[in-house]
């Protein structure tokens, strides 16, 4: 009589809970609080026109300075756009704002959410490859431990 090693089955477990735990890592970050935030300010912010005070570029990343008056006080925005959606300083830019917390803010030239929409693409992809990953790897290890029980 055959005795199975007692590593298979914690190897498969190792594997299975490894795997669940990417899986749910990656579909945590498809709800990315930033798109919800900028979904938010775009479906009930304030419009208003602001002014373009500074561009700052790093690497493939550029950053634009935004200020903007609101409620009787003025106000200071920072957002990252594509290299497409670049405005000169001094220019005007269209502003959404929070009506009670206009510090939560965006500019809306150009896609504000690029970045993040993109990530989430990301995210979701590899969290939906995980999930497969593991369903196959559950099937492929059962199957292979059912032929060995039965060559036994």
């Known amino acids: 009589m055959k005795t199975t090693s007692p590593l298979l089955p914690i190897g498969l477990l190792t594997v299975m809970v490894v795997l669940a735990l990417a899986s749910l890592t990656f579909l945590y970050h498809m709800n990315d609080s930033r798109v919800q935030r900028y979904k938010a300010i775009e479906q009930n912010g304030v419009a208003t026109t602001g002014t373009v005070t500074n561009v700052t570029t790093y690497k493939s990343e550029t950053d634009l300075d935004y200020s903007f008056n609101a409620e009787g006080q003025s106000y200071n925005g920072v957002q990252s756009v594509n290299q497409n959606d670049v405005k000169p300083i001094n220019s005007r830019i269209a502003v959404r704002y929070l009506s009670g ?52």
Do not use: E, H, W
């Open 101 to 152: 917390n206009p510090s939560q803010c965006l500019t809306m030239d150009g896609d504000p959410i690029a970045g993040a929409r993109q990530q989430r693409n990301f995210f979701k992809y590899v969290g939906i490859f995980l999930i497969f990953g593991y369903g196959l790897a559950v099937v492929l290890l059962t199957t292979g431990q059912k032929k060995r029980t039965a060559r036994a």
